[in-house]
């Protein structure tokens, strides 16, 4: 196995790896390392080098498209994460009485803004 096979799989290893305990950390984490896999490419194919993967020449072009589309599926999930993240602070947060999300604090207890119920 050469050495960029190597390299990108444990990336990808380390990414989920990260990923299992927090998806928003996964993520970043996996940006983290397109752009050093993307970095590595342009310092390699700007040397007049070739990448293999899986013992087979991959072409400039076709490495770019690979990242890019790599870079492209980390941001949206990465957005994903963070929504859900955001979602699930909301419902933790949510009037147990009628289930609105719109709470503040008002003496150390929460207050509905939809039916005024309170709670601690």
């Not at 050093?36 to 700007?46: E, S, T």
Request: charged letters at 15%; glycine letters at 12%; proline letters at 2%.
């Amino acid at each position: 196995m050469s050495t960029e096979s190597i390299v990108v799989l444990s990336a990808i290893v380390l990414s989920i790896g990260v990923g299992s305990f927090s998806r928003v950390w996964g993520r970043l984490v996996g940006l983290i390392l397109v752009g050093g896999i993307l970095g590595w490419g342009i310092y390699v194919y700007g040397q007049g080098g070739e990448l293999a993967f899986f013992e087979r020449p991959l072409s400039a072009t076709w490495f770019y498209v690979a990242v890019g589309a790599l870079f492209a599926w980390e941001v949206v999930a990465l957005t994903m994460a963070l929504r859900a993240r955001r979602r699930a602070h909301d419902f933790a947060h949510a009037c147990p009485a009628c289930g609105a999300t719109q709470t503040r604090q008002v003496d150390r207890k929460n207050v509905c803004g939809s039916c005024q119920h309170t709670w601690s």
